[in-house]
C-alpha cells in the first residue's frame, strides 16, 4: 500500500463548478500537508501549504485536513479553463529526517 | 530574479551514453532534490542534499550519480546503467530542513534514442 493515495482521474467539470479534490494518507506521523499545481510538462507549483488539522483559506482554494481520517482536501471554487492541470498532493512528518511524499496527482479538465 | 534553472528542457541519450542534468539555484536555499515523474506515477525522489559536499541516496538512486561542490549547483549524471532513463527529471529545492515547501525548476525531458 502507498503512503499517499491519490485518483489519478481525469477529472472533467464544467467552468464556474466546484472541484473537490482529495487524497488519503496511512502514516499518521504526517504534520505538513501541501498542494502543488502543474502544467503540462512544467515544474510543480506551490498552491497551499498547510500544518495539522483545519482548514485554510486563499482566494478561489480551500485546503482542508482532518487528521482522524487521514484525509485531505482541495476545493477550487469558480473553476476557471486556466484550472486545468494535474493537481498533487504532498505531505510530510517534519522532522529534519523526513522526505515529502507526494501522491501520483489528479488530472483536471474546466470545460469552458 | 529568484529561482531555479534547469537545462537543457530536452535531452536525449544513445544507449551506453552518461548524460548531466544542470540544476541551478540562486534562492540561498540549503536543500536540494532531485525526482524523476513518469506518468501517471507521482514524484519518485533519486537523490537530495541538504549541505555541500554531502548527499544521501533517495528511493530510486540506482543508475543516477549526483555532486554538490557549491550551494548553488546540483547536477545529475544518469548513468548507462540506468536501463530505463526516458522521464521527466525535476530539481527543487527548500530554504531548511525546518522549511517543508519545496520549489521546484521547470524541469528536463531525457529520451533515449
Known amino acids: 500500500q502507498k503512503e499517499v493515495e491519490q485518483d489519478p482521474g481525469p477529472l472533467s467539470v464544467p467552468e464556474g463548478a466546484i472541484v473537490s479534490l482529495n487524497c488519503t494518507y496511512s502514516n499518521s506521523a504526517f504534520q505538513y500537508f501541501m498542494w502543488y499545481r502543474q502544467y503540462s510538462r512544467k515544474g510543480p507549483e506551490l498552491l497551499m501549504y498547510?500544518?495539522?488539522?483545519g482548514n485554510k483559506e486563499d482566494g478561489r482554494f480551500t485546503a482542508q485536513v482532518d487528521k482522524s481520517s487521514k484525509y485531505i482536501s482541495l476545493f477550487i471554487r469558480d473553476s476557471q479553463p486556466s484550472d486545468s492541470a494535474t493537481y498533487l498532493c504532498?505531505?510530510?512528518?517534519?522532522?529534519?529526517?523526513?522526505?515529502?511524499?507526494f501522491g501520483s496527482g489528479t488530472r483536471l479538465s474546466i470545460r469552458p | 530574479d529568484g529561482g531555479i534553472t534547469q537545462s537543457p528542457k530536452y535531452l536525449f541519450r544513445k544507449e551506453g551514453q552518461n548524460v548531466t542534468l544542470s540544476c541551478e539555484q540562486n534562492?540561498?536555499?540549503?536543500?536540494m532534490y532531485w525526482y524523476r515523474q513518469d506518468p501517471g506515477q507521482g514524484l519518485r525522489l533519486i537523490y537530495y542534499s541538504q549541505i555541500v559536499n554531502d548527499f544521501q541516496k533517495g528511493d530510486i538512486a540506482e543508475g543516477y550519480s549526483v555532486s554538490r561542490e557549491k550551494k548553488e549547483s546540483f547536477p545529475l549524471t544518469v548513468t548507462s546503467a540506468q536501463k530505463n532513463p526516458t522521464a521527466f527529471y525535476l530539481c527543487?529545492?527548500?530554504?531548511?530542513?525546518?522549511?517543508?515547501?519545496?520549489?521546484f525548476g521547470s524541469g528536463t525531458q531525457l529520451s533515449v534514442l
Open positions: 534562492l540561498n536555499h540549503d536543500a
Open positions: 527543487a529545492s527548500r530554504p531548511g530542513l525546518t522549511n517543508e515547501k519545496l520549489f
Open positions: 498547510t500544518y495539522s488539522s
Open positions: 504532498a505531505m510530510s512528518a517534519g522532522s529534519s529526517a523526513s522526505k515529502i511524499i
